[in-house]
Antibody, heavy 129, light 110 residues
Framework: QVQLQESGPGLVKPAETLSLTCTVSGGLMFGYYWSWIRQPPGKGLEWIGYIYYNGSTNYNPALGGRVTISVDTSRNQFSLRLSSVTAGDTAVYYC???????????????????????WGKGTTVSVSS | QPVLTQSPSVSAAPGQKVTISCSGTSSNVGNNYVSWYQHLPGTAPKLLIYDNYRRPSGIPDRFSGSKSGTSATLAITGLQTGDEADYYCGTWDTSLKAGVFGGGTKLTVL
C-alpha cells in the first residue's frame, strides 16, 4: 500500500525559498501524477500543483510563478520549492498521489477526472523572521 | 476565495442523514468530475468519493455522491460521532487549468 511522507524545514524566513520533499513508499511513481496541496491556518485546502512521473508539471496560477515541483523517480521522491515566501505561505503542506484523466466528449469538449487518491500526513511550515 | 462554494457548517443528530453541497460553474463542477474528502484535524485528508459518485474500497456506503448541473452533493446517512470532520469537494477547473477545492464544510454530530 502506497504511503507518502513529507519532510523539510518547519520554519522559513520571509523572502526565502520553502523547500519540501515527499518520499513515496510501497509503490512506484511510474504512471502517476503527484501533487502538493496546502492548508493555511483556519482556511481550506489550496491546490499548489502537480508533476507527472515524467517531469511535466502544472501549477496554480494564483501562486504567481513562485512554484517549482520536481521529481526523482530513482529515489521515489518529488519536491516542492516555493520562492519569495511571506507570512501568507504559512500552512500545513500535504503531498498526494493523484488520478488525472481526460477525454473529449461528443461535442469536442474536454472533460477531466481529477482527484487525490493517497495523501501524506502533512507537515507544518511557518514563515517568520 | 475558494473557487467552489460550500456552506461553512452543517449539523445533525446521530443516526440522521445530512447533505453537503458544492456549487461551481460550467468550467469546473458543471463539466468535470467531482471528488469529496474527509479531513479530521491533524490527519491526512481521506478520499471519500471520486468521479461524482464512486467510492474507494473501504469507504462505507453510508457515504454517497451525486451531481446535477453545476452543483454536487455529498450525503451521509446513519451519522456517527466519528463522522465529525471537515468535508471538502474538489475538481479540475478547465479555464484555470488547475485543481480547485471548496472552502470546506464542518460537520457537527450533535
Amino acid at each position: 500500500q502506497v504511503q507518502l511522507q513529507e519532510s523539510g524545514p518547519g520554519l522559513v524566513k520571509p523572502a526565502e525559498t520553502l523547500s519540501l520533499t515527499c518520499t513515496v513508499s510501497g509503490g512506484l511513481m511510474f504512471g502517476y501524477y503527484w501533487s502538493w496541496i496546502r492548508q493555511p491556518p483556519g482556511k481550506g485546502l489550496e491546490w499548489i500543483g502537480y508533476i507527472y512521473y515524467n517531469g511535466s508539471t502544472n501549477y496554480n496560477p494564483a501562486l504567481g510563478g513562485r512554484v517549482t515541483i520536481s521529481v526523482d523517480t530513482s529515489r521515489n521522491q518529488f519536491s516542492l520549492r516555493l520562492s519569495s515566501v511571506t507570512a501568507g505561505d504559512t500552512a500545513v503542506y500535504y503531498c498526494a498521489r493523484d488520478n488525472f484523466q481526460f477525454y473529449s466528449d461528443s461535442s469536442g469538449y474536454m472533460r477531466f477526472f481529477y482527484y487525490m487518491h493517497v495523501w501524506g500526513k502533512g507537515t507544518t511550515v511557518s514563515v517568520s523572521s | 476565495q475558494p473557487v467552489l462554494t460550500q456552506s461553512p457548517s452543517v449539523s445533525a443528530a446521530p443516526g440522521q442523514k445530512v447533505t453537503i453541497s458544492c456549487s461551481g460553474t460550467s468550467s469546473n463542477v458543471g463539466n468535470n468530475y467531482v471528488s469529496w474528502y474527509q479531513h479530521l484535524p491533524g490527519t491526512a485528508p481521506k478520499l471519500l468519493i471520486y468521479d461524482n459518485y464512486r467510492r474507494p474500497s473501504g469507504i462505507p456506503d453510508r457515504f454517497s455522491g451525486s451531481k446535477s448541473g453545476t452543483s454536487a452533493t455529498l450525503a451521509i446517512t446513519g451519522l456517527q460521532t466519528g463522522d465529525e470532520a471537515d468535508y471538502y469537494c474538489g475538481t479540475w477547473d478547465t479555464s484555470l487549468k488547475a485543481g480547485v477545492f471548496g472552502g470546506g464544510t464542518k460537520l457537527t454530530v450533535l
